[in-house]
């Protein structure tokens, strides 16, 4: 699971100045938070060598998005927060989708690269359980994956139950900072 948030985290740095790895199924507050050094920087090839707390290096091509790239430097701590995913609507299949709410790049300001990327989605899944002390929901994919969301309001789950086959709504974000 660490290697995959490594790669998906990378990702996400290009796209700020942006790693992203697999989704996990969370709990109420859950966050994912991983630091990584950067060891070296090709600033002609605009690559970015980032190394884990393991010592696993994932070199990162960093295209023209990333505007303040020429502000990183060898030995930055960069930190990547995945925060969990939250169930805005649960709908019947083929109902009226929810507002599209699409992805969102807020970068941090200042001189040193960072910021927050969010999307939300919307997708057909099985329900495998329903906690409404939490509230929380556990689904299964279209794929397969099982999946945990906390949901935002307790009234999106009534009369939802196991076994069920609904439409959710559901966001995710990832702040990233250097320093």
């Given at each position: 699971?660490?290697?995959?948030?490594?790669?998906?985290?990378?990702?996400?740095?290009?796209?700020?100045?942006?790693?992203?790895?697999?989704?996990?199924?969370?709990?109420?507050?859950?966050?994912?938070?991983?630091?990584?050094?950067?060891?070296?920087?090709?600033?002609?090839?605009?690559?970015?060598?980032?190394?884990?707390?393991?010592?696993?290096?994932?070199?990162?091509?960093?295209?023209?998005?990333?505007?303040?790239?020429?502000?990183?430097?060898?030995?930055?701590?960069?930190?990547?927060?995945?925060?969990?995913?939250?169930v805005y609507?649960?709908?019947?299949?083929?109902?009226?989708?929810?507002?599209?709410?699409?992805?969102?790049?807020?970068?941090?300001?200042?001189?040193?690269?960072?910021?927050?990327?969010?999307?939300?989605?919307?997708?057909?899944?099985?329900?495998?359980?329903?906690?409404?002390?939490?509230?929380?929901?556990?689904?299964?994919?279209?794929?397969g994956r099982?999946?945990?969301?906390?949901?935002?309001?307790?009234?999106?789950?009534?009369?939802?139950?196991?076994?069920?086959?609904?439409?959710?709504?559901?966001?995710?974000?990832?702040?990233?900072?250097?320093?």
């Amino acid at each position: 699971m660490k290697r995959m948030l490594s790669a998906v985290m990378v990702i996400a740095f290009c796209a700020l100045a942006a790693p992203a790895g697999a989704q996990k199924p969370v709990t109420q507050g859950a966050a994912v938070t991983e630091t990584f050094t950067i060891t070296a920087i090709d600033h002609s090839r605009r690559i970015v060598s980032l190394s884990d707390a393991d010592g696993n290096i994932e070199d990162v091509l960093c295209g023209p998005e990333v505007e303040r790239f020429n502000a990183l430097k060898v030995g930055d701590k960069v930190t990547f927060r995945y925060y969990e995913s939250l169930v805005y609507a649960i709908r019947k299949p083929g109902a009226a989708p929810a507002s599209p709410g699409g992805a969102a790049v807020t970068r941090t300001p200042g001189d040193r690269p960072g910021g927050t990327i969010s999307q939300q989605m919307t997708a057909t899944v099985t329900v495998n359980a329903v906690d409404m002390k939490t509230p929380s929901v556990t689904i299964t994919t279209e794929d397969g994956r099982k999946m945990s969301f906390k949901v935002d309001n307790p009234k999106n789950l009534e009369g939802v139950k196991a076994g069920d086959r609904v439409q959710i709504t559901y966001t995710q974000a990832l702040a990233i900072s250097v320093k």
